[in-house]
Nanobody
Framework: QVQLVESGGGLVQAGGSLRLSCAAS????????MGWFRQAPGKERDFVAA????????YAADSVKGRFTISRDNAKNTVYLQMNSLKPEDTAVYYC?????????????????WGPGTQVTVSS
């Protein structure tokens, strides 16, 4: 089992920045990759960014490329999402997720573990 806890969400004005953190505990050695997803009210859960736990594989959704950056600290079992130039449409609950197997990083159904989520609200 792997436990995930997100932190760093909050209220920010458009154009501002936030950094989300996701701390993993438990059987972290079994993880292949970590991802960030977001879900706005009444919408589906969308892929934001993901990174393999080793190597340089990392992806970001087109809607956040150039603004959001995913990174990891293997020693701390923590993944980060640096969010710059935030827009009101970035408002959502952001979830951290972990997956055990080498498969699509963009598909939320391929992830095995999820954190409870953290709210990000961007005001205009």
């Amino acid at each position: 089992q792997v436990q995930l806890v997100e932190s760093g969400g909050g209220l920010v004005q458009a154009g501002g920045s936030l950094r989300l953190s996701c701390a993993a505990s438990g059987h972290t050695f079994s993880m292949y990759a970590m991802g960030w997803f977001r879900q706005a009210p009444g919408k589906e859960r969308d892929f934001v960014a993901a990174t393999a736990w080793s190597g340089d594989t990392a992806y970001a959704a087109d809607s956040v490329k150039g603004r959001f950056t995913i990174s990891r600290d293997n020693a701390k079992n923590t993944v980060y999402l640096q969010m710059n130039s935030l827009k009101p449409e970035d408002t959502a609950v952001y979830y951290c997720a972990a997956k055990r197997y080498r498969s699509s990083l963009r598909d939320p159904y391929e992830y095995d573990y999820w954190g409870p989520g953290t709210q990000v609200t961007v005001s205009s």
